[in-house]
């Protein structure tokens, strides 16, 4: 992958469970392009929904990620501090006119997701605040290559009924705000891109370059996430946690001599080979 000057990347974990392969697999990739390019690795706590969040899960993720070598520079941002930039990030966009109240249930919105602007909310009534996407943005990720605009003519919520962010907004507010200018992450996330693109525009902030890597999925084809229930990774194996993850991303590195994680990531950043991604880009990554 091409890196831009300075480069600044960063891992961004939701606090709803520990971390399994999938997501060790984002960290690593991520940290592994950012060390090869002498970039900067940042680490934020996405914990902007108490109602989906593991008490004591943000702990444990940052004892597993430090377990494992993943050490990150800065002070971690917890989203939850934030508020007051996300609240000035709806106010420009309502300014720009961008911004709608809507009170639809997801069982009375139109085709796509979209209110089209029939409802009219009554006083005192919850509502969310939206965004109505253009669908008229697209981008070279690289990884999986030239993505053309997806017109999906749905909105977007930015603020939810219960008054918490969404993170779509979020994510694009912090990472105009960290500087951050690469984004390797999972290529679950790849439809919510073309709406954060959207967002960095109307904000008038610079987009980060992205690259998306295969999904990885147990031995049925179900993809590994806290809410199918993976498994969470043993901090006590570390090292062979990253081999797993090294032999996924098809590294060299993977069966290099090494007794420690430090010993191992100074081998995986010294001999980080993105480009076999590309490779990858239409598969699945198997994990038994």
Same mark, same amino acid.
């Given at each position: ?10 891992? #961004? ?16 990739? !991520?940290? +592994? ?28 993720? +940052? ?6 070598? @993943?050490?990150?520079?800065? !002070? ?11 609240? =000035? ?5 309502? =300014? ?8 639809? !249930? ?29 669908? /008229? ?8 290559? @030239? ?10 919520? +930015?603020?939810?009924?219960?008054? @918490? ?29 073309? %709406? ?16 998306? +890597? ?9 993809? @590994?996430?806290?809410?199918?229930? #993976? ?8 090292? /062979? ?11 060299? !590195?993977?069966?290099?001599? %090494? ?30």
């Amino acid at each position: 992958m091409a890196h831009p000057p300075d480069y600044r990347g960063r891992f #961004a974990p939701s606090p709803t469970g520990p971390l399994h392969m999938g997501s060790l697999l984002a960290a690593l990739a !991520s940290y +592994l392009d950012a060390r090869c390019a002498g970039g900067a690795w940042l680490l934020r706590m996405e914990d902007i929904d108490p109602p989906r969040e593991m008490p004591g899960a943000a702990d444990r993720i +940052l004892r597993s990620l430090e377990a494992h070598g @993943l050490c990150w520079d800065e !002070s971690v941002l917890f989203q939850s501090t934030r508020r007051d930039a996300y609240e =000035e990030a709806l106010r420009v966009l309502e =300014e720009a006119g961008r911004v709608f109240a809507c009170c639809c !249930s997801r069982a009375t919105l139109g085709p796509g997701g979209s209110c089209l602007g029939r409802c009219k909310p009554r006083a005192g009534q919850p509502i969310s605040l939206r965004i109505r996407l253009r669908g /008229d943005t697209g981008f070279d990720d690289q990884i999986l290559g @030239l993505q053309p605009p997806v017109n999906t003519h749905s909105d977007l919520v +930015l603020r939810r009924k219960d008054g @918490l962010y969404a993170y779509a907004l979020a994510v694009v507010v912090d990472d105009a705000w960290q500087g951050i200018n690469h984004v390797v992450r999972g290529s679950d996330l790849l439809l919510q891109t073309f %709406a954060q693109l959207e967002i960095f525009r109307e904000l008038a902030a610079t987009a980060p370059q992205y690259a998306h +890597l295969p999904l990885v999925r147990d031995t049925q084809g179900t993809k @590994l996430s806290k809410q199918t229930g #993976a498994r969470a990774i043993d901090d006590a194996f570390a090292v /062979d946690n990253l081999r797993s993850a090294l032999r996924l991303l098809q590294q060299d !590195s993977a069966d290099m001599p %090494a007794s420690s994680t430090g010993e191992l990531l100074d081998l995986a950043v010294n001999n980080w080979r993105p480009r076999v991604l590309s490779a990858l880009a239409e598969k699945s990554l198997v994990y038994p």
